[in-house]
């Protein structure tokens, strides 16, 4: 084990990575069979069981090296996982260990290529939901949750309607035993700020969620990264257990295993600067690394050796010998499994779960509501019982513009967990969990009691105390011009999200555009004093400011009367015409349709947000598909851009 440990140690990294880049990329291309993209087939393995049997054959993963040329991050692999065996892929850091497991899982990279065959039992057909699942190694998990809740939402959103309630629950609560987690079940997850479990328990409840639906294969990334060796071996053998009772196949990456841990898997694949060094039997496994890592050489030396020594070893003849004769003995293929919850399901749960998430996680909506509740009383107090003097027209308008600007700017507060969200139905969404529609809908559903609480409370201390137009419908209108106002910002923050990957960066350009559409919005220098091109046409019709703006003026304004500044002249000047000729209020339609514009703008804005994860969606695939295929190929993807399928 001694030399193994070595040849993972870090101290290698730098050299491997170096010896992986030095290969000539156009050394690879002759070497592929075939550029094409890989097709994943399900079937029933060579003993009948329903289980999966994975095999890959000179298997080639490349990416653009910047250069115009490529560079190979996986070279020709070859191997094999069997049902009920784990299989350990191992080596240093950047060798390659997640991309193989990427690529064996099809989730790799838009801008990588790959060429050779990974099937299983011979059918070629894509994994369907529910046959495999993939465990990432980062525990994305909604914090706010306790173990049981977030297994139990999981199963309610995977598990297909034909099962009832409590058969959902009743797997989820075996599942949560198999990972040993039933002692924990009522401990909040926790993250940021607020401890709950520990990583180990983490990593087990990511997988938890992962194995509710029996899948028959499994991808762990890392599964032990972060965890000292007790936790490793714990999970490790949580995991172990799952391929024995269930006959599964689990392929995991894993980085400086405890010898413990390392008894644990059955197979090995070992990798070197994307080339194996050794695939086999992790039993047979220390012999062959140290006649390998003999003699004072470099790493890149040794590598070599050993990389030579595998292919010409016995061991590698017999791993050529089990991929083709699985191959031959092709399986029934799985039959296509359609057995999600359904989409009603999936919205309630998905509402339900997220209302939670909102009311504990104290960021989302109470601490604006605090926060609004003192700038409200700032409001209130600073433009106190107003008046209708000729200066109070100024007042009123800087009020009502504070309000439809700065309150509903700060709905950016809410985004950071906004974005922890994102990264939940990132996950799952990858996992096939459910759609983008869903988490839509849940998302929307879940906000409106929020939205309408931090409108509605704040609304009417700034609103009364200030003594801004009497009667009801007055109020109303105010008040449902902040709620649509704050919902169409988590709109737009939603675009951002889509769009900007990282919080900090979806923040600033969140603000950058509401900057620009507070200063385009008519208020601050008024329509017609507008610059045309750009602040006039187009951003004063697309800055829902303006929308904003111009509602609540005509909602106050409309109907009062207000004291004139002119000696001599009339006493008294109507709102009408405050709104005509001071703020150049477009009069020409009513308050209500300004109203109207800027709901359907949140609409417009959230089906934009959908529309840009579905392309997303559907691109990525597409272009890497592109990217791997021959000419004719690559003219049929073009026509049929959603069908990722083509086989190559
Ligand atoms: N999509 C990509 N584009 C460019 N380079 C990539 C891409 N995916 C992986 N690589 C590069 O390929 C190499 C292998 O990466 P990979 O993540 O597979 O390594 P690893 O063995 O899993 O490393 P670690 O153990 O540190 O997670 C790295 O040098 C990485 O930078």
New binding site residues.
Partial sequence: MASLHNFNSASTHTNL?KS?LEVEPNSIMPRCRDVHAVTIECGLNNDGDAGISLTWEDLWVT?PDGKGSSRP?IQGLTGYARPGQLLAIM??????????LDTLAGR??A??RQAGDILINGHKQKLAYGTSAYVTQDDTLLTTLTVREAVYYSAQLQLPNSMSKSEKKERADMTIREMGLQDSENTRIGGWGAKGLSGGQKRRVSICIEILKRPKLLFLD?PTSGLDSAASYYVMSRIARLDQRQGRTIIA?I?QPSSEVFELFHNLCL?SS?RTVYFGPTSAANEDIEEGSTGKKSTEEVISILVKSYKSSDGYQQVQRQVSEICKREGRALEKSRSHASFLTQCLVLTKRSFVNMYRDLGYYWLRLAIYVALALGLGTIYYDIGFSYSSIQARGAMLAFVASFLTFMTIGGFPSFVEDMKVFERERLNGHYGPSAFVIGNTLSSLPYSFLISLIPGAIAYYLTGLQKGCEHFIYFAAMLFTCMMLVESLMMIVASIVPNFLMGIITGAGIQGLMILGGGFFRLPDDLPKPFWRYPLFYIAFHRYAYQGMFKNEFEGLRFASNQVGGHKTINGEDVLRNMWEVDMDYSKWVDLAILLSMVVLYRLMFLVIIKTVENVKPAIRALMSANPKQAAQIMMNPSDTSIHM
């Fill in positions: 990575e992986s990416v991050i080596g240093p850091s950047g060798c390659g260990k997640s991309t193989l790799l990279g801008n990588t890392e990456s980085h990798l994307g």
